[in-house]
């Protein structure tokens, strides 16, 4: 049983970190895109650019799974 609980502790501590490395780069990704792309309306520009500010936000705040859930929303729509 304790071989068990401390499996499963180890495996999220692995996967918080996992999450805490892919939010900085999944920034620097956009902004590399952006910097890129010429396509993009203002409209788009701006919302990409607030999804990205609320990723950065939800990382600093600690809540990892809602940085990734929003900058993949923002790299959805850079295509």
Known sequence: MKQIIASIIISFLL???????????MMMQIDQMLAETKQLSPEQVKEIKT???????????GNQEECQKL?????????
């Open 15 to 25: 996967a918080t970190g996992v999450l805490a490395e892919t939010c900085p780069a």
């Open 51 to 61: 999804l990205r500010i609320q990723g950065e936000q939800a990382f600093k705040e």
């Open 71 to 79: 900058l993949s929303q923002a790299i959805e729509l850079l295509g």
